[in-house]
Nanobody, 127 residues
Framework: QVLLVESGGDSVQAGGSLRLSCAVS????????MGWYRQASGKEREAVAT????????TYIDSVKGRFTISQDNSENTLYLQMNGLKPEDTATYYC????????????????????WGQGTQVSVSS
């Protein structure tokens, strides 16, 4: 059974930092697309950042470029999202997701075929 468990969400003031973690278990695809998504209240879920696990290629949505960093620790089977310079508009539930890398489906923030999802962790940023 594949499990993705997020942690690290919190309430912070604008300008603060958080690091989200996603512990992955039961997942055996060596070459994968993994990502962080978020959903704010009343809005659709959006991709925030992705990473291709073999070449470590990363992509970000424009609104977080230069502030967020996605990374992975294969030895710990953990995905991270370092978030700096947080803004109130970053307030959302953040989810990690994973899928095996598929031919014809690029690993970027347009990826819409994630197979596995975590339960989410809440990030709240006050002004």
């Amino acid at each position: 059974q594949v499990l993705l468990v997020e942690s690290g969400g919190d309430s912070v003031q604008a300008g603060g930092s958080l690091r989200l973690s996603c512990a992955v278990s039961g997942y055996s695809y060596r070459v994968s697309c993994m990502g962080w998504y978020r959903q704010a209240s009343g809005k659709e879920r959006e991709a925030v950042a992705t990473i291709e696990t073999e070449r470590f290629t990363t992509t970000y949505i424009d609104s977080v470029k230069g502030r967020f960093t996605i990374s992975q620790d294969n030895s710990e089977n953990t995905l991270y999202l370092q978030m700096n310079g947080l803004k109130p508009e970053d307030t959302a539930t953040y989810y990690c997701a994973a899928a095996p890398l598929r031919i014809g489906v690029p690993c970027n923030v347009g990826h819409g075929q994630m197979d596995y999802w975590g339960q989410g962790t809440q990030v709240s940023v006050s002004s």
